[in-house]
């Protein structure tokens, strides 16, 4: 088992997870994060005043799956979350030694 932390432009969410349920994937995780890459925030005018913003708001997806999904998943993110500019995001690949699902005790491939 892998997981795949993505971290996309929010407006992107709803493709991503369309992109992500057409490849068979029945669960993500989404969190709602802030933070900079190499664009280093940008400077905003508020009422006559700038000033810097240094965390851009990012969506944090997060998905465990079973090895042989992985690459096809990887490929919907990346299809789906593209603008072409500056800030589209990272996709991180872990392994994952073992997954319990709390309800019914099952273990492994079918906890997830």
Known sequence: MKKIEAI???????EVKDALHEVGLQGITVVEAKGFGRQKG????????E???DFLPKVKLEVVLDDNLVERAVEAIQQAAHTGRIGD???FI?????AIRVRTGETGSEAI
């Open 89 to 91: 995001g990272k996709i």
């Open 51 to 53: 000033y810097v913003v």
């Open 8 to 14: 996309i432009k929010p407006f992107k969410l709803d």
């Open 42 to 49: 940008h400077t905003e005018l508020y009422r006559g005043a």
């Open 94 to 98: 872990l392994p994952v030694e073992e």
